[in-house]
C-alpha cells in the first residue's frame, strides 16, 4: 500500500489584515519527491511554509494534512522538518561555534543550552563532523557562527538541519544575497545530496528559475496566493509563465545541463 503523502493542503486559504494572503491552494507533497516553490516577492510563498509547519493555521478555510493525519503533534512535527530561512541567523548566538549551531539542530533547539539540554553523545559529534564534512565546511568548525560569511551561515544551517534525520527539509531562498560561485557552489552540494536516495526530501523556494537544479523534479508556481502552476518542473516552467508571473518583458529560456537559464526582454520573440 503506498505510504500517506508527506503534505497535503486541501483548499487551503489565509488571511492576515483582512488581506487575503494563500487563496484556495491545493497540494499533494509526495514522499519521494523533492519540489520547487517558485513566485515574486509577496506572492504567499513563506506563509505556505508557516502553514506547513505549523507555526500558522488555515484561518479562512480548508486543512493540512502530514504523513496522512489532519492533527499531530506539534513539537514532534517540527523536529521532523528542517527549516533554512535567512532570517533564522539571528536566532543563533554570535559567539556559539559553528559545530556547536550544527549539534543544536539534535535537539531542534536554538543555542545549545547545558541546563537544558540531553548529554551530547560521541555519535552526536561524529554525525555533526560528518555533515559539516559533506558540506564542505570542515575547516569553520571552531569559528564563532556571528563571523562567518552569509553562504559559510547557510550550509550551517542546513547542516543543523540535518543533524535530525528529518522527513522534510524547506529551504527558504537559501541562495538571497549569495556572490554567484557562492551561489554556485552551494547549488552543487545541493545536487550531490539530492541525488542520494536516502536524502530527506526537499521543498526549495526561490524567485529564481536558474535555481532549480534537475533532482527538483516537481515545481508549485504562487501568484498573488494562488497556484498558477503545479507539477513536473519540464512541463511547468517555460518563458511564457515566467513573463506573466513576473509580469516582465516576454522571454526565452536557455536549458544546460538541466538548468533553466532565462534569458529577459527577448523582444524578437514578441514581435
Given at each position: 500500500m503506498p505510504s500517506a503523502p508527506l503534505l497535503e493542503f486541501k483548499d487551503v486559504s489565509f488571511e492576515a489584515a483582512g488581506h487575503k494572503i494563500l487563496?484556495?491552494?491545493?497540494?499533494?507533497?509526495?514522499?519521494?519527491?523533492?519540489?520547487?516553490?517558485?513566485?515574486?516577492?509577496?506572492?504567499?510563498?513563506?506563509?505556505?511554509?508557516?502553514?506547513?509547519?505549523?507555526?500558522?493555521?488555515p484561518n479562512a478555510g480548508g486543512s493540512i494534512w502530514r504523513c496522512?493525519?489532519?492533527?499531530?503533534?506539534?513539537?514532534?512535527?517540527?523536529?521532523?522538518i528542517g527549516w533554512v530561512a535567512?532570517?533564522?541567523?539571528?536566532?543563533?548566538?554570535?559567539?556559539?561555534?559553528?559545530i556547536e549551531t550544527v549539534l543544536s539542530g539534535r535537539?531542534?533547539?536554538?543555542?545549545?543550552?547545558?541546563?537544558?539540554?540531553?548529554?551530547?553523545?560521541?555519535?552526536?559529534?561524529?554525525?555533526a563532523a560528518s555533515q559539516m564534512e559533506q558540506l564542505g565546511i570542515t575547516s569553520i568548525t571552531t569559528r564563532p557562527f556571528g563571523q562567518l560569511s552569509q553562504g559559510e551561515q547557510q550550509r550551517v544551517l542546513i547542516a543543523r538541519a540535518r543533524m535530525a534525520d528529518p522527513l522534510l527539509i524547506l529551504l527558504d531562498e537559501p541562495c538571497a544575497g549569495l556572490d554567484p560561485g557562492g551561489r554556485e557552489r552551494l547549488l552543487e552540494d545541493l545536487n550531490v545530496w539530492l541525488a542520494d536516495s536516502d536524502a530527506p526530501r526537499m521543498v526549495f523556494v526561490t524567485h529564481h528559475v536558474e535555481e532549480i537544479i534537475p533532482p527538483m523534479g516537481h515545481t508549485l508556481v504562487l501568484d498573488r496566493?494562488?497556484?498558477?502552476?503545479?507539477?513536473?518542473?519540464?512541463?511547468?516552467?517555460?518563458?511564457?509563465?515566467?513573463?506573466?508571473?513576473?509580469r516582465t518583458?516576454?522571454?526565452?529560456?536557455?536549458?544546460?545541463?538541466?538548468?533553466?537559464?532565462?534569458?529577459w526582454g527577448d523582444r524578437k520573440r514578441s514581435e
Open positions: 487563496d484556495r491552494v491545493n497540494w499533494t507533497m509526495r514522499e519521494d519527491e523533492h519540489w520547487v516553490l517558485l513566485g515574486p516577492n509577496g506572492s504567499g510563498k513563506t506563509t505556505l511554509l508557516r502553514l506547513a509547519t505549523g507555526f500558522l493555521w496522512g493525519q489532519k492533527c499531530i503533534d506539534l513539537r514532534s512535527l517540527r523536529q521532523s535567512s532570517h533564522l541567523v539571528r536566532a543563533v548566538p554570535p559567539e556559539e561555534s559553528a535537539f531542534a533547539q536554538w543555542g545549545l543550552r547545558p541546563a537544558s539540554r540531553p548529554q551530547l553523545t560521541r555519535d552526536d559529534h561524529h554525525r496566493g494562488k497556484i498558477v502552476r503545479c507539477g513536473s518542473t519540464d512541463q511547468v516552467v517555460n518563458a511564457s509563465l515566467l513573463s506573466d508571473v513576473f518583458a516576454p522571454c526565452r529560456i536557455e536549458v544546460e545541463n538541466g538548468r533553466y537559464w532565462p534569458i
